[in-house]
């Protein structure tokens, strides 16, 4: 049995912000700071998460390096299969070919929700809201022919941070 945490990115500068690409926008200092706090939140959870994966896109791998760090784990790896516009049966392969147990995944909206219906088998209307440096944590039953797991946490990134005090 494998559990999946999806997590999103902390706060990040906005879209557009000169001499910044989408790429590289990084999250704002008050961004890195609410995702450490979160990430405490996390780590208190004890869910022994045991490994980080993350989009390419500097916001969600700064948010895995401050996952990572916190949570005793070694640095993330990076796959493309995290990006926004990824499509959510990517992610599926990308679990397939997981080492851990546990592992942790750093992204974005609308890409986190689309895999935790898919995760589901929650009709496509469904929608799952993921607030920055929010999370949700996924019990995978199965995965064939699809994925089918049960919602075990969505937590709000504000709750997360008052479990890390």
Known sequence: MIEVCL???GPAFASGTAGTTEEDRPLTPEG??????????????????????????ARAVETAEILAEVLG???PRVDERLLPGALPL?????????????????????????ALRLLLGAPE????????????????????????GTLRLLLPASVLR???R
Do not use: N, Y
């Open 73 to 75: 784990l070694a640095p």
């Open 125 to 148: 209307g469904d929608a799952f809201k993921f607030t920055k440096a929010g999370m949700a944590l996924v019990r995978l039953r199965t995965m064939s022919p699809a994925p089918r």
């Open 162 to 164: 008052r479990i890390g």
């Open 7 to 9: 997590f999103r990115h």
């Open 32 to 57: 890195r700071r609410k995702t450490l706090r979160a990430a405490r939140g996390l780590k208190r959870l004890d869910l022994g998460l045991d490994g980080v994966v993350t989009s390419p896109l």
């Open 90 to 114: 990517a992610f599926v392969e990308l679990l397939r070919g997981m080492d851990a147990l546990r592992p942790v995944f750093a992204g974005h909206q609308p890409h986190l929700s689309a």
